[in-house]
């Protein structure tokens, strides 16, 4: 076990990181500043569709302090005017005679200031041809529907793919036979990650020696490097190479996922460096971050459930359309256009599931993100918990009972689900039972009996997911063919401190601290003495970056794994020092010891200074390992949340009175971090169901352009978290842990909606689709005329 | 969106017809005219700024009459474009006299708003729109029913 003064697994560490935050002392994209540096500003679209007949950029020339203006001609002189997404897609840099979104980047101002810039901006004329638009994807699918992407000439159709996963003809079969078959269209609108810090760029072409240096809100810097590298390549600015490149990622603001696809305004802000040789520096501001980075979600799911009378599922189908706006965007690295959807089989046991997944474009902005989830499995289990749900209103049972009926029994781990996903580890009833235990749920269902007899209204939603992170094993994701590996490098210096380099990257999850804490467990050094160091290109080993909640499974794997070959050479030199063999030496309290002999021992400050001072002959000097990762599988965290909420008849107005959540994230690293992650995460995911989503008019204009009408949550909605765990260690991982970033968030949000949903079960409604504003549910109870003044 | 209207104006129906032809006196009565290029007598390229909620913009409007027949039928088409946002209407206005010295005014327009005007001010544009109209035909009875 762990000491305090070592501070390793297990232990509240306090961050790192902090001290710096705190003091307003972290160093972030914005506040790079170079000399000479000129700044840039991006003209956007009004319209969703239209055919850009003319830039006149005479205006913003003439302005003084306007160094340039950059069109999509300009950019495709050097064919950079497009560039390819994560999917294999392509998407405009700057349009060179038509826009697909509204928002979207029509030319760029180069400018002495940021103001000159802001200024210069709306001095350009550009003349439109307003095309009709289409941004419904149901709508998009007809004949005759406004063809989005008509540069996809092998292709007239708005319909980007198809994908399929499990056994249909199995499926159809148990359908068939069914004694109880519930259908539900479940839509999960478009949000947004709305990070605290939007995105941007430093970009600083040194002429003389060839090298670019772009600091850059990115989650995936090596992979940024490697695409920079590919694409200049096939442009006529003429390949840099990659040795040639620099990315760095300095403190970051809030990733989420948002900050893991290249916008248009970085390309832009580099090409204009690497032509001009001078720094450029690109900031969007709030409403450009919010209307045209990429999305998440935008899912419209039916899915049927078929089950026998007891309640017990034995098949699932699932048919959806996947809004991907004007480009397939998404930031999924898997080898599935619909990422890790077909995980819906959720927490069940399920006999047989068919699932089916079509894309399609849309003139809205592309996407889709994963929102602090693993590529579409927020999707997935939003779906399959409002579905089991439903099942259980169908069958006038307890949601719980019927969750319970269909857990995947633990003995039965690993377990293979019908779509093909080997789960590692869950013990799913022990944790429901925690959540209804702490909450009261027995006394809570009485309370709600009670209070629905005098017209009261109170619900209890539950969900039990499961999560699918740590992307993850190569068989299964790529980028642009780079497998999802992730990296550790340890330096172990002679005074007995150490610097860990690691290839996944911050944006706010305390990296600096559990990473440290990994290697001080595994090494006996104190977390004080070890530094963290990550985002550098130049220095970081090659990573594919945090996201999906990856850095865990994967980079901290890596770390132990290094940690572990040092202690392996650590071993040969205590071997030495005490005049042992290896075979008689044990690792003990953090120091290596002649087995049963406490007093003949060696800790690692003194191994490291022998590595440097006092190594035997044939062995060679200083103590330092590096580790590439590749999980032999993803790791599968779980949890079961409870809420209860209770809504006003007057309003319409849903409160939430109570949530526990009770988490399952393997073995721990650092319990206070874990516990701020789920926070966070529950936050993020009551959000989406109460507040937040994005909706665009028939024109394509969007209707949530600010915080006015995108609603965030702040402390004012946010109940009092009430958090526990369960402990069940991922078998394959080296530390037994398994990632928590995004549980929260993907479990939040169907809890909190089946809640809302049970609170009107009784009246006959079995869905509502998210946000659940008042003024739906005041709808919903005038229609029962059940409003009260 | 669709907005229509009735207007009474007490001036004869010629009066108001040679108000609505001269594209200087309608401008005095525009809420946010700045100044105006005049192409031709249909055809006229005035610069308008508009305010919806803290939203600010400058559109400049290329309006053109069509279907003239004096003095009771007339259809617009503007199109006007301000820094990211632009907006397209399609209006007209039918006008009989009630009396010699009364006119009954039809009018309707439908108006696509885009950009940011149409994204940020989304809740605060129609009821704009209402008042800027309703404060555009009370300046142009002020105009056409004082004998000039």
């Known amino acids: 076990m762990a000491t305090t003064e070592i501070g390793g697994m297990g232990h509240s560490v306090k961050r790192k990181e902090d001290p710096r935050f705190i003091r307003g002392k972290g160093n972030y994209v914005d506040d790079i500043k170079l000399p000479g540096m000129l700044y840039m500003d991006i003209v956007r679209s009004p319209y969703a569709h239209a055919k850009i007949l003319n830039i006149d950029a005479s205006k913003a020339l003439a302005l003084p302090g306007v160094v340039a203006v950059i069109t999509g001609k300009d950019l495709d002189a050097y064919k950079l005017a497009w560039m390819p997404t994560l999917m294999s897609d392509t998407q405009m840099v700057l349009p060179v005679d038509r826009v697909v979104y509204q928002a979207q980047e029509v030319a760029a101002v180069i400018a002495t200031e940021r103001y000159i810039a802001a200024d ?28 989005v992407r008509p540069d996809h000439a092998d292709r007239p159709t708005n319909h980007i793919w198809h994908w399929e996963s499990g056994d249909k003809a199995r499926t159809d079969d148990i359908f068939s036979k069914a004694d109880v078959v519930v259908k539900e269209n479940i839509y999960i609108p478009r949000i947004h990650v709305s990070s605290i810090e939007t995105c941007g760029c430093v970009a600083s072409f040194d002429k003389i020696n060839g090298k670019l240096t772009v600091w850059m809100t990115t989650q995936a810097p090596h992979a940024i490097r490697t695409v920079f590298s590919l694409v200049t390549a096939a442009s006529a600015v003429g390949q840099i190479p990659e040795h040639k490149i620099r990315i760095i990622s300095p403190d970051i603001g809030g990733g989420f996922g948002g900050k893991v696809p290249v916008y248009p305004g970085y390309v832009i802000a580099t090409a204009a460096s690497v032509l001009t040789g001078v720094p450029i520096k690109w900031i969007e501001d709030r409403s450009e971050n919010l209307q045209a980075d990429s999305f998440a979600r935008d899912y419209h799911i039916t899915a049927e459930v078929a089950a026998d009378k007891k309640g017990k599922i034995h098949a699932l189908r699932v048919k959806t359309l996947a809004d991907h706006g004007a480009a397939d965007a998404a930031a999924n690295p898997s080898k599935f256009p619909a990422g890790l959807f077909n995980v819906i089989t959720g927490s069940y046991e399920i006999e047989a599931a068919h699932i089916e997944v079509d894309g399609v474009y849309t003139n809205k902005p592309p996407g889709g993100v994963a929102y602090r989830c693993s590529f579409r ?178 980079a901290g794997a890596a770390t132990a794994m290094a940690a572990r070959k040092i202690r392996d050479k650590a071993k040969l030199l205590a071997a030495h020092l005490l005049e042992a063999s290896p075979d008689d030496l044990e690792w003990v309290d953090y120091k290596f010891q002649v087995k049963g002999t406490p007093s003949k021992s060696k800790t690692m400050a003194e191994l490291a200074f022998a590595a440097y ?70 936050t993020m995911g009551m959000a989406p169901a109460l507040y937040e989503g994005i909706f665009y008019d028939e024109n394509g204009n969007i209707q949530q352009g600010t915080f006015m009408d995108y609603l965030l949550p702040t402390s004012m909605e946010t109940p009092a978290w009430e958090t526990d765990k369960t402990v069940t260690p991922s078998p394959h991982h080296p530390l037994g842990a398994k990632g928590v970033g995004e549980s929260a968030t993907v479990g939040a949000t169907p809890a909190v ?26 709808q919903i109870l005038q229609e029962h005329g059940l409003t009260e003044v | 969106m669709h907005f229509e209207g009735h207007e009474t104006i007490n001036a004869p129906i010629e009066a108001v017809w040679a108000f609505f032809m001269d594209p200087n006196r309608v401008a005095e009565c525009a809420p946010g005219y700045q100044s105006m290029e005049v192409l031709s007598p249909t055809h006229f390229k005035p610069k308008v700024g508009v305010g919806i909620g803290v939203v600010k913009a400058t559109f400049t409007l290329d309006v053109e009459l069509d279907e003239l027949r004096e003095p009771e039928h007339v259809l617009v088409k503007a199109h006007g474009v301000a820094a990211g946002s632009a907006v397209d209407i399609h209006g007209g206005a039918d006008m009989k006299a009630s009396s ?26 129609e009821s704009t729109a209402r008042k800027l109209t309703a404060r555009f035909f009370e300046c142009v009875r002020e105009k056409v029913e004082t004998p000039r």
């Not at chain 1, 007057?650 to 939430?656: D, L």
Request: net charge negative; proline share 7%.
């Open chain 1, 120 to 147: 210069a901006i709306t001095l350009i004329d550009v003349e439109y041809e307003p095309l009709p638009p289409v941004v419904d994807p149901f709508k998009a699918l007809e004949p005759g529907s406004p063809l």
């Open chain 1, 377 to 554: 499995v927020t999707e997935a289990v939003h779906a399959i918990e409002r579905m089991v749900d439903v099942l259980a209103q169908k069958l006038e049972m307890d949601p719980a009972d019927v969750r319970m009926k269909n857990f995947i029994p633990p003995e039965k781990f690993p377990y293979k689900t019908a779509t093909g996903w080997e789960y590692d580890s869950g013990n799913y009833p022990a944790a429901l039972k925690k959540a209804m235990e702490k909450i009261g749920y027995a006394q809570l269902r009485r309370e709600q009996a009670r209070k629905r007899a005098k017209g009261e209204l109170m619900g209890i939603g539950i969900c039990t997911f499961t999560e699918i992170v740590g992307a993850g094993p190569s068989h299964t994701f790529d980028i642009l063919g780079i497998k999802m590996f992730d990296s550790a490098e340890i330096r172990v210096h002679p005074t007995g401190s150490a610097i860990v380099r690691i290839g996944v990257q911050s944006q706010g999850q305390g990296h600096e601290t559990t990473f440290a804490q990994i290697v001080a467990e595994e090494l006996g050094l104190p977390v004080e003495n070890i530094t963290v160091e990550h985002g550098d290109t130049d220095t970081a080993p090659y990573g594919l970056g945090t996201y999906a909640s990856r850095s865990t499974p994967t």
């Open chain 1, 613 to 682: 001072t006092n190594h035997p002959l044939g062995m060679e000097a200083g103590l330092e390992a590096i580790s590439y990762y590749d999980p032999p599988n993803l790791t599968f965290p779980f949890g079961a949340y409870i809420c209860v909420v209770d809504i006003d008849r007057g309003t319409g107005a849903i409160k939430i009175r109570r949530f526990v959540a009770v988490d399952d994230c393997g073995n721990i690293i650092n319990p206070m971090i874990v516990e701020g992650q789920i926070h966070g995460g529950l």
């Open chain 1, 753 to 778: 909606t089946n809640a809302v949903v049970d609170a009107l079960s009784h009246l006959g409604v079995t869905n509502i689709d998210i946000p659940i504003t008042p003024w739906k549910v005041y």
């Open chain 2, 100 to 125: 010699p010295t009364i006119t009954e005014m039809d009018w309707k327009a439908d108006v696509n708003v885009s950009g940011t005007i149409a994204s940020v001010g989304a809740r605060l544009m």
